[in-house]
C-alpha cells in the first residue's frame, strides 16, 4: 500500500460502500434477510439434521454473531483505511 494514488482510490471507493452497499443497517439487512430466505425454505433444519451441531449454540446465536462480526470488522476497516 505503499502507492499514494492507489490508497486514495481505495480509500474514496471504501467510503463511497460504506455510506450505501456496505453500510452497517445494509449489512445487518443482508444476514436478516438471508437468514430469514434459509429458514423459509427449510435450508437451516435440513443442515441440522445433516451434520453435527452443538447443542449449545443456536441458530439465531449464529446469525447474531455473524452480524455483530460483520459490523465490527467493517468498523475496523473503515480505521485502517481512514488512515490512508
Given at each position: 500500500m505503499e502507492d499514494r494514488?492507489?490508497?486514495q482510490a481505495v480509500k474514496t471507493r471504501?467510503?463511497?460502500?460504506?455510506?450505501t452497499t456496505l453500510s452497517n443497517g445494509n449489512?445487518?439487512?443482508?444476514?436478516?434477510?438471508?437468514?430469514?430466505?434459509?429458514?423459509?425454505?427449510?435450508?437451516v433444519t435440513r443442515?441440522?439434521?445433516?451434520?453435527?451441531?452443538?447443542a449449545d449454540r443456536t441458530y439465531d446465536q449464529s446469525v447474531l454473531d455473524l452480524q455483530n462480526f460483520l459490523s465490527q470488522?467493517?468498523?475496523?476497516?473503515?480505521?485502517?483505511i481512514g488512515a490512508f
Open positions: 494514488v492507489f490508497r471504501w467510503t463511497n460502500l460504506r455510506s449489512l445487518q439487512k443482508l444476514v436478516s434477510d438471508t437468514s430469514r430466505y434459509l429458514q423459509d425454505n427449510n435450508a443442515n441440522y439434521a445433516k451434520w453435527e451441531v452443538s470488522r467493517a468498523n475496523w476497516m473503515d480505521g485502517k
